[in-house]
């Protein structure tokens, strides 16, 4: 089965600074890759996705590389803010089921002001 | 967006009683919903997957019998934590996916904290 690791497992930035955090999968099957956001006690909410057919995505102060070759995606965050503080999940999986993804096992962000 | 609803969310039990747990898509339909379980500062696991009109496909390792999961309509899967205990607390997560352009997207609900005393 797939295996997603995701690294670092905590990442402190201070204010404005940039945020990057990094994932590898396993099967070269998987081609759709989201990220979600959740705050402490809350739903997970997907933040950006990207699938296979193309190598990055940007949506405002965030964007999302895939490398299919070395399987691996990183989530970036530019600008940080106090509010971007949350832990960020990496998944792999496919594009037509993607309730089925992998997750990662997690980055706590914190965005010191 | 697509908007997922999740009742209760929480509920405390005392061990050997059953809890369920009620995840609703408001918005669109839903063949295929997922249920989650997350332990504190843990990821999310895949208990299963709820296919309406059918039976559930459970992950590895999830006991079906003691996590009866019922999917009767195209916007409501049931899970029921049957004789519960306290190794069963946890917070409970729910997913239902929304097709696009033959791809879908997942929705999670807000959880379920379940507490067994």
């Known amino acids: 089965g797939e295996n997603v690791e995701q690294h670092p497992s905590t990442l402190s930035v201070q204010e404005g600074d940039s945020a990057v955090i990094k994932c590898t999968y396993s099967?070269?099957?998987?081609?759709?890759f989201p990220w979600y956001k959740q705050e402490l006690g809350k739903r997970p909410q997907l933040i950006i996705d990207?699938?296979?057919?193309?190598g990055e995505k940007k949506d405002q102060r965030i964007a999302v590389t895939l490398n299919k070759t070395a399987k691996h995606f990183s989530l970036h965050i530019t600008e940080t803010q106090p509010e971007d503080s949350a832990v960020y999940f990496c998944a792999a999986g496919h594009n037509t089921n993607a309730g089925k993804s992998t997750f990662g096992d997690g980055t706590t962000l914190t965005v010191k002001p | 967006g697509a908007v997922v609803s999740q009742h209760p969310s929480w509920v405390i039990c005392k061990s050997g009683t059953s809890v369920k747990i009620e995840c609703r898509s408001l918005d669109f339909q839903a063949t295929t919903m997922f249920w989650y379980r997350q332990f504190p500062k843990q990821s999310l696991m895949l208990m299963a997957t709820?296919?309406?009109?059918?039976?559930?496909?459970?992950e590895q390792g999830v006991e079906k019998d003691k996590f009866l999961i019922n999917h009767a309509s195209l916007t409501l899967s049931t899970l029921t934590v049957t004789s519960a205990h306290p190794e069963d607390s946890s917070f409970y997560i729910c997913?239902?996916?929304?097709?696009?352009?033959?791809?879908?997207?997942?929705?999670f609900g807000p959880g379920t904290r379940l507490t067994v005393l």
């Open positions: 099967d070269s099957a998987s081609n759709y």
């Open positions: 990207i699938r296979s057919n193309v």
């Open positions: 709820s296919n309406e009109g059918s039976k559930a496909t459970y």
């Open positions: 997913s239902a996916a929304r097709w696009g352009q033959s791809t879908d997207t997942q929705y």
